[in-house]
């Protein structure tokens, strides 16, 4: 069994792995004249595109499931319905 600060912080870290992979990504696409390339350079860049998309996949699996383990939890505790301050106010 967890605590709910380890699971939030699980849940930080599994989006923390989201947001660089996506970035990574991103940055493989753009910063190069892909209508340039050989067709062996874009079909490698095309693989690994495609086998960090896989892991983006697998880490907001992750998330999700702390997500939908900790919402009863939540719920039962503080209520559903219960309102969350904001801190971009």
């Given at each position: 069994?967890s605590?709910?600060?380890?699971?939030?912080?699980?849940?930080?870290?599994?989006?923390?792995?989201?947001?660089?992979?996506?970035?990574?990504?991103?940055?493989?696409?753009?910063g190069k004249?892909?209508?340039?390339?050989?067709?062996?350079?874009?079909?490698?860049?095309?693989?690994?595109?495609?086998?960090?998309?896989?892991?983006?996949?697998?880490?907001?699996?992750?998330?999700?499931?702390?997500?939908?383990?900790?919402?009863?939890?939540?719920?039962?505790?503080?209520?559903?319905?219960?309102?969350?301050?904001?801190?971009?106010?």
């Amino acid at each position: 069994m967890s605590t709910l600060r380890e699971r939030i912080h699980e849940l930080g870290n599994w989006h923390n792995k989201i947001s660089m992979a996506a970035m990574v990504t991103s940055e493989s696409l753009s910063g190069k004249k892909i209508s340039k390339m050989t067709d062996k350079e874009r079909d490698e860049i095309i693989k690994k595109v495609v086998q960090r998309l896989k892991k983006i996949e697998e880490y907001v699996v992750h998330a999700d499931k702390i997500i939908e383990e900790a919402k009863p939890f939540l719920y039962k505790q503080i209520g559903a319905d219960t309102e969350i301050p904001s801190k971009t106010k």
